[in-house]
């Protein structure tokens, strides 16, 4: 578990900034995911990579940018925050037919 | 896309009797069904999970089966710990390791 690493674990910021998500991983793991987690709606796919320079949405993409310049990393961007993105957002990662592993999570909060 | 509901979504049971929670899926082509529990403030870890070709599989306390006729599949509990207590996840996919849509999760209170 401590191959999977998040930052900043817990973020606050005002509608409309910009805030950047971390993730890291020291697998080397092919694929990686972000998912957001609200009361209600369990564990929801933002988007999801399968190698380095290939992205795709999941579910709920909206609002949401990534990146994956890097294997080990896969940054998620919110460009102009809202309230409904108040969450708990979860990083994740797999290797091939294996179990996904999940990062810590940040709490964020947009006020 | 992949569908997955499952119940109920809170359960209490006394320490020592067995939990069972239900999902299921409606894409046919899911072939993965992996469980995860979440314990309060924590990550998601998965505990058990099933491939399409296999009907049942179980390791100490805890069983999953899968009818893929039926599109569903089901996690068994036995011999309940308060430690239990937690969130529980199902999940489908059609590839381990790739999207994974998940159920709404089920909160397991075991009461000592």
């Known amino acids: 578990d401590a191959g999977i690493t998040q930052s900043p674990r817990y973020k606050i910021t005002e509608t409309g900034r910009q805030v950047t998500l971390m993730c890291h991983q020291t697998w080397s793991h092919s694929y990686m995911f972000w998912y957001r987690q609200d009361l209600g709606h369990g564990l929801r796919l933002i988007y999801y990579s399968a190698a380095a320079d290939i992205t795709d949405k999941g579910e709920v993409p909206d609002g949401y940018v990534v990146s994956r310049s890097k294997t080990e990393n896969f940054p998620l961007t919110l460009e102009s925050a809202t309230r409904s993105q108040t969450s708990v957002y979860f990083c994740a990662s797999s290797e091939g037919q294996r179990e996904q592993y999940f990062g810590p999570g940040t709490r964020l909060t947009v006020t | 896309g992949e569908n997955v509901e499952q119940h109920p979504s809170t359960l209490s049971v006394q320490e020592g009797d067995s939990a069972v929670i239900k999902c299921t899926y409606s894409?046919?082509?899911?072939?993965?069904f992996p469980w995860y529990k979440q314990e309060l403030g924590k990550r998601p870890q998965l505990i058990i999970d099933?491939?399409?070709?296999?009907g049942e599989k179980k390791d100490q306390r805890i069983a999953v089966t899968l009818n893929k006729t039926a599109k569903h599949f089901s996690l068994h509990i036995t011999e309940t710990q308060p430690e239990d207590s937690a969130v529980y996840f199902c999940?489908?996919?059609?590839?381990?390791?790739?999207?994974?849509?998940f159920g709404g999760g089920t909160r397991l209170m075991v009461k000592p």
């Open positions: 999940a489908a996919s059609r590839n381990a390791g790739n999207m994974l849509t």
């Open positions: 894409d046919s082509a899911s072939n993965y």
């Open positions: 099933i491939r399409s070709n296999v």
